[in-house]
């Protein structure tokens, strides 16, 4: 498989008051290039902190105390000047997670190549400059064309998220829009400088249901057209079902189980992921009632970490060696 | 934002209004007027006062007449650029205040950019680098600028430059200067001497505003819009002061009005001390006198001052804060 990110045994911890927490213990997974992965559990699971270990973005009391994250981007590093979506040029690969503080390389990365769409649009933007001036200012960052081409670019990203009178909206200010309508502006945003990876984390989770809907055909729509990668981080498995290639199950800070989003919703083999599918309604077998995470799972042990383990199949499971279901 | 101009600026004229009567309230409170005080001086001086002479005195300054109607006399002659007469001076009250006028807005305005130039870059780097040895030192200089008195700084500064360098701190002139014409070497005279009372009138709320900054800029340094343009990579520090900074000065933006009669009443003791011909000291002497005309037209220009001052501060914020300009 091309994986446009491996993840290897990533560990991060947070020190407060209240003792160390270890927010992921030994994460580990891939992201295939040109393909949407979800990342899935229950909050608290530790989607955010893997989305900002691929940003570099974890704070102080947080800290990455192992593991690596390697990047394998198509596009040449210090991409000036170039063509969005070059001719093949693969670029060495490199570790996110040993990149030092200052490295220009990690300017580059942020909105460059790998981009971040975040669950709150009505605080993602500032309210005291114009929406054009925000999304303009993503491509000013990263490459070295006037104000003008930049907002022109912008307001044709602008377009394609599906926004109307378009010069007319980049002059207003975020407060004007709604919440569906910023979240497409943060979509534009993210994508104005077509970067090989989109993270979205839960960027349907404060929409109403039926922007929900709109959102997620637009991402994929998007996807498809420019051929990023995705990582779509949900709690949701009916999203998943819509708009995910490979599922990420995570469970307090480890993974559970990694696969084709086929194998994972027809076929779970954790406990935990048959509990969860269980739980929603249209994904669970028909004519069965409703179940609650608990009842599924039941007495399977799903507290004691076990490492990933490879099925015939390909997929992975974190499961003791002598059981299947 | 045209009519939010025109109903903050018509918004002002019942406020001053209001203010106006309180402060004519306030300089008849005590015990008698300027021909009661006179009367006293004359008499202590073995001076013969006749009871015509004190009628004639009382109608001369309409003090013969209802409250009400000395109000209106007042206010109309101070509407029409007709402050009254000082008795204490024997002189008009527009003679004496201008240029006192003028010394004050020196001062106080300067203290304002003094505050700001000192505050705004202590204040982001003591946020940005919270906990650093750096934000100790500042904040703790801080705390030592909020409660130190201007009064006594002016002192200190004083003795210093007296005892260590030989040179007299007062004034606002060097005395070849004092009594002279406008020149540019005296205006230049002028700006050699504003720098300390600017420093020591600006000193304290240069530290009010860098700790609140501080903690105004702590609040906002990770918010989600902060996360998100870090994200879209803007370098670090455009990051700061185009995203968390410009929304943390907001409210000092609108405080700037609010700021400014503790800096008039920090000026006014500061001058005090060092003698400065400014309003304050003038605004002291008038009301120990009861030079009511005296003491009501400084007081009204100190109101019109800080009405005019929160206006301004208001317009501003409405200018940088788009929020403010769409309700
Ligand atoms: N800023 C923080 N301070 C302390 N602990 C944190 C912080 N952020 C995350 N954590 C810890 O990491 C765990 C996972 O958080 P997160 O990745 O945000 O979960 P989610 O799967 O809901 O996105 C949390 O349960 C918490 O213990
Ligand atoms: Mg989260």
Request: with cysteine; hydrophobic share 45%; aromatic share 8%.
């Amino acid at each position: 498989m091309d994986a446009v990110l491996s993840i290897r045994d990533l560990a991060v911890e947070f020190k407060t008051d209240t003792g160390l927490t270890r927010a992921l213990v030994d994460v580990g997974f891939d992201v295939p290039r040109g393909e949407v992965t979800a990342i899935v559990g229950e909050s608290g699971s530790g989607k955010s902190v893997t989305a900002n270990c691929i940003m570099r973005l974890i704070q102080p009391p947080g800290r990455i105390v192992a593991g690596t994250i390697e990047f394998a981007p198509e596009r040449a590093l210090s991409s000036e000047g170039q063509a969005p979506r070059a001719p093949r040029l693969r670029a060495p690969p490199f570790d996110i997670v040993s990149l030092p503080n200052r490295d220009p390389r990690l300017q580059e990365l942020h909105g460059g190549l790998i981009s971040m769409v975040f669950q709150e649009p009505m605080t993602a933007l500032s309210p005291v400059y114009t929406v054009g001036n925000q999304v303009a200012e993503a491509i000013l960052c990263h490459r070295d064309v006037s104000r003008r081409q930049a907002w022109r670019e912008s307001a044709e990203m602008l377009e394609r998220v599906g926004l109307d009178d378009i010069e007319r909206r980049m002059r207003m200010y975020p407060f004007e829009f709604s919440g569906g309508m910023r979240q497409r502006v943060v979509i534009a945003m993210a994508l104005v400088c077509h970067p090989e990876v989109l993270i979205c984390d839960e960027p349907t989770t404060a929409l109403d249901v039926t922007i929900q809907a709109e959102i997620l055909t637009l991402i994929k729509d998007l996807q498809r057209d420019l051929g990023n990668s995705v990582i779509f981080i949900t709690h949701d498995l009916g999203v998943v079902a819509q708009i995910a290639d490979q599922v990420v199950v995570m469970y307090q800070g480890r993974v559970l189980e990694i696969g084709t989003v086929r194998q994972v919703l027809k076929d779970p083999v954790h406990p935990y992921t048959r509990g969860l599918l269980a739980a929603i309604p249209g994904l669970a077998p028909k004519g069965q009632p409703l179940a609650t995470i608990g009842s599924v799972v039941g007495d399977a042990d799903i507290e004691t970490p076990h490492p990933l383990r490879r099925l015939a199949d390909g997929r992975q499971v974190s499961m003791p060696q002598d059981s299947r279901g | 934002m045209r009519s939010y101009l025109v109903s903050r600026v018509l918004g002002m004229v019942p406020t001053l209004a209001v203010i106006s009567v309180i402060i004519f309230t306030v300089i008849q409170l005590p015990e008698g007027d300027i021909v009661s005080s006179t009367l006293d001086r004359l008499q202590a001086q073995g001076v013969d006062v006749t009871e015509e002479y004190v009628q004639n005195l009382r109608a001369q300054y309409n003090l013969d007449k209802p409250l009400v109607l000395q109000y209106f006399y007042w206010a109309g002659n101070f509407l029409t650029g007709d402050m009254g007469y000082s008795y204490l001076f024997s002189r008009p009250v527009n003679e004496l205040v201008w240029e006192r006028l003028g010394y004050t807005l020196s001062i106080t305005v300067s203290a304002l950019f003094f505050t700001w130039i000192v505050a705004l870059p202590i204040g982001i780097y003591s946020a940005v680098r919270q906990y650093s040895i750096g934000d100790y030192v500042m904040t703790s200089i801080a705390l030592v600028g909020l409660a130190t008195p201007p009064f006594l700084l002016a002192l200190i500064f004083m003795h210093i430059g007296f005892e260590w360098f030989g040179v007299s701190t007062g004034g606002l002139f060097s005395p070849e200067f004092e009594d002279a014409a406008w020149s540019w070497a005296r205006f230049a005279d002028l700006l050699a001497h504003l720098w300390l009372p600017m420093i020591i009138v600006g000193m304290g709320s240069a530290a009010f505003t860098m700790r609140i900054l501080r903690a105004n800029l702590l609040d906002e340094l990770n918010k989600p819009y902060v996360v998100t343009a870090r994200a879209k990579g803007v370098p670090p520090a455009k990051l700061v002061l185009k995203y968390p900074v410009r929304i943390a000065i907001n409210p000092f933006i609108s405080n700037i009005g609010l700021m400014l009669p503790g800096l008039v009443s920090g000026e006014a003791l500061v001058s005090l001390v060092m003698g400065l011909p400014t309003i304050g000291p003038l605004l002291l002497q008038s009301l120990l006198n009861q030079d009511m005309f005296l003491a009501g037209s400084l007081l009204m220009w100190l109101a019109i001052l800080t009405v005019v001052g929160i206006l301004l501060s208001d317009l501003l914020l409405a200018w940088v804060d788009p929020r403010i300009r769409f309700e």
